[in-house]
């Protein structure tokens, strides 16, 4: 072999060996790059999935599971006090992305306005095979949104019955006129709202006789007001009273269980009554609430009442509210004639039996009519800024970065 050949085999192997590690080197280059951005990629998806973690338990901190936090607003500063394992220099592992996190930041914007909880909140994240960071930054406002009690003429989460083929719901407003038996129904407000989502082989409500209104809503997911009845008032270990008033006290919690109430109990005109009953409550009497008085009562076990069991001389719904708290599962009423009165009880069974006529409206876990049924809807209800309750999400995000 000459020796210009030796030289030319010699520079392309030269040549071959520098493209060969050129070739490797970009696709070393390469390969580092994609790691690099699934890396980042990765600690974006941690920052962002913790932050939403984090937002929902500042936007609603009563979920069950989440962490608890405890926030304390000094106007103009950062909050000073948030649940050390979310806080500082501690890392949170997130298992599920390979990765921690922490908060990073959070504070309050409005210092001038201590009635605002406007927030910020900067969650940092760190992904374990390179080690990349990112910050996501989410503005929270408060929210101020109302909920109202009763929107609807009856709200259940499982199942509405009225048996009645004489039964029929309409609405009327008490702001406007007390109502009128002889109008022919009112068909503008009488809505039915039900948890459930309506299947072909299952009928979450069902109605013998007629809906004045629009079609029942299926799969209404209503915000639910946690009932939590008074603690503090006047205890009474033994209800035989005869009169009830607001002065000087106007709440009254009756500690005694199995109660049986056979007497007629008054709230005079001008007198603005609460009592909250811990334990079962059976009323044969009656609860007499004169015009201009009102009465609340909380129920904490079951309610079963026995013939006309309130009678409200103003006939007007709100001045009777009902309310169940959450471990009130079942209100049973007999032989009741009618009802001018609003009952909110979540988690309670609601039985009316025989005919009935309801002025106002229900909200429960099932209502079951086992008569002709007749539920008049005070529309009034449902408009009352007064009969409502602060949503159960206290922020909102405003913006995501």
């Known amino acids: 072999m000459g020796r210009y050949a030796i030289i030319l085999i010699i520079t392309l192997v030269v040549l071959l060996s520098f493209y060969v590690i050129h070739v490797n080197n970009q696709k070393t280059q390469s390969v580092n790059e994609n790691i690099d951005d699934f890396s980042y990629k990765q600690a974006v998806n941690i920052a962002n999935s913790a932050t939403q973690m984090v937002a929902r338990n500042l936007m609603r901190p009563d979920v069950s599971g989440w962490p608890d936090f405890t926030l304390e607003y000094d106007i103009g500063s950062v909050i000073e006090h948030i649940d050390p394992l979310y806080w500082g220099d501690n890392w949170l592992e997130w298992n599920n992305l390979n990765g921690v996190f922490q908060v990073a930041s959070l504070y309050k914007l409005e210092g001038d306005r201590p009635d605002l909880r406007d927030l910020m909140l900067i969650v940092a994240s ?15 406002k408060q929210n101020e949104t109302l909920i ?17 083929s004489n039964s029929y719901i309409d609405s009327y407003n008490s702001d406007i006129a007390p ?11 009488a809505s039915i709202g039900l948890y459930e989502d309506y299947q072909s082989d299952n009928y979450p409500f069902y109605c013998r006789g007629e809906v004045y209104g629009d079609d029942p809503e299926y799969g209404v997911d209503k915000q639910i007001y946690p009932v939590e009845g008074p603690t503090e008032g006047v205890i009474m270990n033994n209800f035989t009273v005869t009169s009830l008033t607001s002065d000087p006290d106007d709440t009254y919690i009756v500690t005694q269980n199995n109660l049986v109430i056979n007497q007629t109990v008054t709230i005079p005109s001008g007198n603005h009554v609460i009592i909250h009953f811990l334990g079962n409550v059976r009323i044969n009497g009656v609860f007499h609430i004169e015009d201009g008085a009102s009465l609340t009562i909380y129920i904490s076990e079951s309610l079963y009442t026995s013939g006309d069991s309130f009678i409200n001389d103003s006939e007007i719904p709100s001045n009777l509210q009902i309310f169940g708290t959450e471990s009130c599962t079942h209100i049973k009423m007999t032989g009741m004639t009618e009802l001018h009165g609003a009952i909110y009880a979540p988690n309670a ?36 800024s007064n009969l409502t309750h602060d949503s159960i999400f206290k922020f909102y995000i405003a913006s995501w970065e």
């Not at 760190?126 to 929270?140: A, N």
């Not at 009763?150 to 048996?163: G, K, L, M, S, T």
């Not at 309801?358 to 009352?384: K, M, R, T, V």
Request: overall charge negative; aromatic content about 14%.
């Open 148 to 164: 109202p009690f009763w929107d609807f003429a009856v709200y259940a989460r499982e199942f509405i019955n009225i048996q009645g």
């Open 179 to 189: 109502y009128d038996p002889n109008m022919t129904p009112n068909n503008s407000n």
């Open 126 to 140: 760190k992904e374990d095979y390179r080690d990349k960071s990112q910050q996501t930054k989410v503005f929270l």
């Open 349 to 384: 069974d609601v039985e009316i039996v025989g005919d009935a006529t309801i002025y106002g409206a229900i909200l429960c876990n099932s209502l079951y009519i086992n008569g002709n049924g007749i539920i008049h809807y005070d529309e009034a209800l449902g408009q009352d």
